[in-house]
Antibody, heavy 127, light 111 residues
Framework: QITLRESGPTLVKATQTLTLTCSFS??????????VGWVRQPPGKALEWLAL???????RYSPSLKRRLSIAKGTSRNQVVLTMTNVDPVDTATYYC???????????????????WGKGTTVTVTS | NFLLTQPHSVSGSPGKTVTISCTRS????????VQWYQQRPGSSPTTVIY?????PSGVPDRFSGSIDSSSNSASLTISGLETEDEADYYC??????????FGGGTRLTVL
């Protein structure tokens, strides 16, 4: 059974750097074609994809946030760390980590799905 | 890049049928799979439809998905509405640069 759990500070001051950790079980990066992504949701607003790290250490970022984000595998082999620099109150949100794998779709093409989500961690940025 | 546009809210009475649309702003809706997620208050999203019209095990067959190339949109239809269906629903697809693109979400109210 795949599980993911987000952790990090609940309060961060504007201009500081936010570091979030996703601890997971039930899979590992030694398995090819798996990935872990981050998605956030400001209060009362929509979901927004932030970043993705693949089993082979390749990384992808949201173009709008790319300059401020960094995703990496943690020192523990079952962790992923997301770093966001220069935070602002608009970054106040619930941050989710998500398991993904390269799935063969019904029409014969592959795609990176999102099949298991963590419970999320709420971060408030104060000015 | 493209946007996925959803109605802000829809509503229906128990037992009725509602449809939530998701319109892609550019590029073909049929070129990339569309997923639908249900998010109840205080909970993480869960998948109710994947690959346009596939239903995960455990999701009632009252939930169905489709795509319409003529309107360049995807739709989530929920029939036999139940009070437990009251939630926010998000469509999601893929973009070469933005990878995972989400719609703005639709609040379903079961009256």
């Amino acid at each position: 059974q795949i599980t993911l759990r987000e952790s990090g500070p609940t309060l961060v001051k504007a201009t500081q750097t936010l570091t979030l950790t996703c601890s997971f079980s039930g899979f590992s990066f030694s398995t090819s074609e798996v990935a872990v992504g981050w998605v956030r949701q400001p209060p009362g607003k929509a979901l927004e994809w932030l970043a993705l790290i693949y089993w082979d250490d390749d990384k992808r970022y949201s173009p709008s946030l790319k300059r401020r984000l960094s995703i990496a595998k943690g020192t523990s082999r079952n962790q992923v760390v997301l770093t966001m620099t220069n935070v602002d109150p608009v970054d106040t949100a619930t941050y989710y980590c998500v398991h993904s794998h390269n799935k063969l779709g019904i029409s014969g093409s592959y795609y990176w799905n999102m099949d298991v989500w963590g419970k999320g961690t709420t971060v408030t940025v104060t000015s | 890049n493209f946007l996925l546009t959803q109605p802000h809210s829809v509503s229906g009475s128990p037992g009725k049928t509602v449809t939530i649309s998701c319109t892609r702003s550019s590029g073909s809706i049929a070129s990339d799979y569309v997923q639908w997620y249900q998010q109840r208050p205080g909970s993480s999203p869960t998948t109710v439809i994947y690959e346009d019209d596939q239903r995960p095990s455990g999701v009632p067959d009252r939930f169905s998905g489709s795509i319409d190339s003529s309107s360049n949109s995807a739709s989530l239809t929920i029939s036999g509405l139940e009070t437990e269906d009251e939630a926010d629903y998000y469509c999601q697809s893929f973009d070469i640069s933005s990878l995972w693109v989400f719609g703005g979400g639709t609040r379903l109210t079961v009256l």
